[in-house]
C-alpha cells in the first residue's frame, strides 16, 4: 500500500517534471502529503527515487526542485529569445576583423603589418611603463595630463594664427577611436536623433553609430568630400545637429578634402548650430599630402575632433583623444566615465614615450616611401592581373584601395570565390551607411607582405573573370 | 567721394559684424558693389580696412568671415546649449573619483592601497607583456583565449557535479567592471526597459545603468540580501528580465547572501524567464566567508556574470571578464565590439600572467589578514572617537564600512565639513538608485594608510558632535 502510493507520487511527479522547466520547485512534502493522502514516509521515499533517478534534486532548507541536467544535456537557451526580444540594430562583427587561415592572403584587414610599427619605442615604452608609477596607480578620467597636453599640442601646432588653440584639458583620452566615436554618438546625437553621415564612410563608425541608436543620414562623399549645399540642406531638413566626417586620408578611399572644403564645411555647421565630427584616423599615415584637420580652424567648439594612436603606434597600445570644448566636452567626458571609468595608465604612459621620442618623427618620415611604395605595388598588381577592378582615386594616405568592380557584380560572391582561393578581401557593402553605391571592395596594401600582391591580384583577376563570365552566360 | 563710400560700407559692415555670429561670411564684393553703387578698389579698400581692424578675415577662393577672435577673447560656447539640448540622464563624476590634496586623509576611493597589490607580480607580467607578441598583435573581439579559459574555469571550478560549467568562449574579456556592465544593461535591457536593482549598491552600476537610459527598480537590499518574493512580485509587475545583484561581499555593505539565497534567487528568475547579472567584484577581497558565484549553480544561461581584476591586480591593469552564454552572449559580445573593438592584449597577458603565477594563491593567502587587520582597526577607531558613527554590519570582505550617521543627518554636509577637517569619506547617497534609506557615509579601511585611522575617525566624531549639537539647537 505504502509502496503503491509512493509509486504513484513518483509517476504523477514524472509525468509533471517532462514538462516542468528546469530549475521549477516541486510541491512541498506538506502539500504532496494532502493531495495523496500518504504520510510523511511515503512521500520522502518517492523524494528519494526521484531524487535516485537524477530527476530532482533537494537543496536542504529551501526545496526540491527539477534538475537542470537530464542525463547527456544539450544546452537549451531558447527561453532567452523572449527575454531578450528582436534586437533593435543589426550589431556584428565586422568582416575586416576576421581571423583567417596562416597560409590565406589578406587583405582585409584595417592594420598594418608590423613592420610598419615602431617596434622597438614600443617595446621599450611598455617596458619603461611597467618600471613607473604608471603601472600601480589609477588615471583620472580625462587621462594622463601630459598626454591630454600633447594632443591639444599636435592640434594647436596645426591652428592658423588668430584662432584659439585646443587647450590640454579639452583633450579627452579614450581606449581607441570607437570608444570615442560611441561616447560622442551617445553625448552629443542621442538616441533616435538624426546623425548625418559621409557615405561611404568607416564601418567603425556606422556601427558605433548603430549602437548609440542614432538614426544615420547619409550624406554622399567621394574623394572630392561632400557638398556644402547639401549639407547644408540636410541639416535644415532633418534637424540633426551633428555631421560625421573623415576630411583627412578617408576610410576607405584615401582622398583628402580640398583646401577650401574644410572652412566651407565649419562655415555651414556654425551657420546651423550643429558639430562637425572630425575622425582624422589617418593622421599618421600620410603618403602624398600633409593633414590639415578642420579642428584647427574651430574655436566656438564647433568640430569635435578624435584623433587615434592605434594604428600608428601598436594596435596593442589602444589610445586615442577626443578633443572637444564647451558643454560637449563634458557630456562626453561624463559618458566615457560611466562606461569605463578611465583608460589603463599603463597604455597612456607607453603612447605618451612613443611620440615623444626623437624617434617617432624619424619613424613617420620613413613610413611615408614605405606606404607609397606598398599602394603603388598593389595598384600595379591589380593593372596588371585584375584589370577589371579599378581604383578610382589614388590615396593620397591611409592603409587601403578602394576598389570598384564592374557593375552588376556580386560582390558578396566576389569576396567568397576569393576566399575559396585564399584571398581575404573586405565587401565594400560594410562603408555603406545605407545601400551601397556600387559595387567596391577595400584592399589594405599595409597589412599584407607586397611580396603577395601579384598573387592576390590574379586570384582577384580569375574571380572576376569568372563572375564576368557566368553573369553575361 | 571713394573714401565716403568705402567708409560707408565700412560702417554699415561692422553694425552687422556686431551682431553676426563668429564665421558668418560677409557678402561677396561683387554684391557689396552692387549694393553700395561703389567700385571693385573702394570694396577692396573696405574689406582691407575691416581685415586691419581684426573685425574679418579673407580666406581665398572661399571668401570674407567674420572673425571668431576678438581683441582678447572669451569662449563662447552657449550655442552648444541649444545644439544639446537637456541631458537624458544625470551622468558625473562620482565622488570616489576624486584626486584629492595628498595631505588629506582619503576613505573616500573605492581601491585598495598599493602595498595591498601583487606590485611584484604585475611589474614582471607588464615587462614580460612588453617582450612579447602581445604588444604588437591584435587581440580577438571575446578576448585572449588563454584568459577567456581562465576566467571560465575559475567559475567552473565552483560549480556542483552535474551542473554544466562555464566554456572558455563563454568568457568575454572587457576592458574593466563599468565597461561590462554597460554592455550588458544595453544589449540584455535595453533603453526605457525596466532593470531590477539592489539598493544600496555600487554607483557604478547605477551610472552604467543610466547612461544606457534603462529604467531603474531599486530593490531593497541590505546584509540579508533582497527578499526572492519581492523580487518575484516586481519581475512580475514591471515586466523586467533582468536583476543586478551583488551576492558575495556587496558594495557598499560588505555582506554575503546567506547560502539559500543564491538557489533562492535563481529559482526566481528562471521561472520569471530573466536574468541575473551577477556582479562578483570582491571575489578577490575575501576576509571572514569564501565567495560562491550564484553564476556558478546555473546551467542555462541565466546567470550573466561579471568577475573583475582591476582591484585585485591593479588599477592599471584593466581587465574584467563578462560570461554569459546563449544569445545574451552574443548580443554582449557585439555590443563589445562596437563599442571599443577589443581590449589591450598588453593588458590581457599581463593580467593572464599575473594570475597563473604560483605567486598569486600566496598573495590572496596573504591578503585576507591584512584586509582584516585594517577593517578592524577602522572599526575599532570610530568606536573610541565617532561613537555616532555605526557599522551595523562587519564587512565579511570587500574594501569598505557602510557607515550609519544619526537618523536626520545632513550627510552632504558632515561629508564637506570632513573635507574642510582634511577628511574626505564618499556620501551613501551615491549608492542608492532613488532616495537614500538612511544617511549613510562609506569608509574604505583598504586605501589609507591605517595610522591615520585614528585621526579620521576622531575629525568624523567631532564632526558629528558638531552636526549633533547644531541639529538640537
Known amino acids: 500500500m505504502d509502496d503503491d502510493s509512493s509509486s504513484r507520487i513518483v509517476r504523477e511527479l514524472r509525468r509533471w517534471i517532462e514538462t516542468a522547466p528546469a530549475g521549477a520547485r516541486l510541491p512541498s512534502n506538506r502539500a504532496l502529503m494532502a493531495r495523496h493522502g500518504a504520510g510523511p514516509v511515503t512521500v520522502q521515499k518517492a523524494m528519494r ?14 526545496g526540491t526542485f527539477v534538475r537542470s541536467i537530464r542525463g547527456p544535456r544539450v544546452a537549451d537557451y531558447g527561453w532567452q529569445t523572449a527575454a531578450l526580444g528582436a534586437p533593435h540594430r543589426r550589431l556584428a562583427l565586422s568582416s575586416t576583423q576576421r581571423t583567417v587561415a596562416p597560409d590565406a592572403i589578406g587583405l582585409h584587414s584595417g592594420y598594418p603589418a608590423r613592420d610598419l610599427l615602431p617596434e622597438r619605442l614600443v617595446r621599450a615604452a611598455l617596458a619603461r611603463a611597467a618600471r613607473s608609477e ?5 588615471t583620472p578620467a580625462a587621462g594622463h595630463p601630459e598626454l591630454q597636453a600633447w594632443f591639444a599640442a599636435e592640434l594647436a601646432a596645426a591652428a592658423p594664427a588668430g584662432v584659439t588653440a585646443a ?6 583620452v579614450v581606449a581607441g577611436s570607437p570608444s570615442g566615436l560611441s561616447s560622442i554618438f551617445r553625448a552629443v546625437v542621442g538616441p ?3 546623425l548625418l553621415i559621409e557615405s561611404p564612410t568607416y564601418w567603425g563608425a556606422i556601427l558605433a553609430a548603430e549602437q548609440a541608436a542614432v538614426e544615420l543620414v547619409p550624406i554622399p562623399s567621394g574623394p572630392a568630400g561632400p557638398d ?9 531638413r532633418t534637424g540633426s545637429r551633428a555631421f560625421y ?3 583627412t586620408f578617408a576610410n576607405p578611399d584615401g582622398a583628402q578634402w580640398p583646401a ?10 556654425r551657420r546651423r548650430g550643429a558639430f562637425l565630427v572630425e575622425d582624422d584616423w589617418a593622421h599618421d599615415l600620410a603618403i602624398d599630402a600633409d593633414p590639415h584637420p578642420v579642428a584647427a580652424l574651430d574655436d566656438d567648439g564647433h568640430v569635435i575632433y578624435l584623433r587615434s594612436l592605434t594604428k600608428s603606434v601598436s594596435p596593442a597600445v589602444r589610445v586615442a583623444a577626443v578633443i572637444a570644448r564647451g558643454p560637449a566636452r563634458e557630456r562626453i567626458l561624463a559618458d566615457r566615465a560611466a562606461e569605463s571609468m578611465y583608460v589603463s595608465g599603463v597604455l597612456q604612459a607607453a603612447a605618451l614615450d612613443v611620440v615623444t621620442q626623437p624617434g617617432w618623427r624619424g619613424h613617420l618620415r620613413a613610413l611615408r616611401p614605405q606606404l607609397r611604395a606598398r599602394r603603388d605595388l598593389l595598384g600595379q598588381s591589380l593593372d596588371r592581373h585584375a584589370p577589371a577592378a579599378r581604383v578610382e582615386h589614388r590615396p593620397l594616405g591611409g592603409l587601403n584601395l578602394w576598389v570598384r568592380l564592374p557593375e552588376g557584380t556580386d560582390v558578396e560572391g566576389v569576396v567568397r570565390d576569393c576566399q575559396t582561393h585564399g584571398l581575404i578581401v573586405a565587401a565594400g557593402t560594410e562603408w555603406f551607411p ?11 596594401y599595409a597589412g599584407e607582405h607586397p611580396d603577395r600582391f601579384d598573387e592576390a591580384a590574379r586570384i582577384l583577376g580569375r574571380v572576376l573573370d569568372d563572375a564576368g563570365r557566368s553573369g553575361g552566360g
Open 49 to 62: 527515487q526521484l531524487i535516485g533517478l537524477g530527476l530532482v534534486e533537494s537543496r536542504p532548507g529551501v
Open 134 to 138: 604608471a603601472a600601480m596607480t589609477r
Open 167 to 172: 587647450a590640454p584639458r579639452d583633450a579627452l
Open 192 to 194: 533616435g536623433r538624426p
Open 228 to 236: 556644402p549645399e547639401e549639407l547644408d540642406r540636410a541639416l535644415a
Open 245 to 247: 566626417a573623415q576630411p
Open 260 to 269: 577650401a572644403l574644410g572652412p566651407a564645411v565649419l562655415d555651414v555647421v
Open 434 to 444: 545605407a545601400e551601397p553605391a556600387g559595387p567596391f571592395i577595400r584592399l589594405n
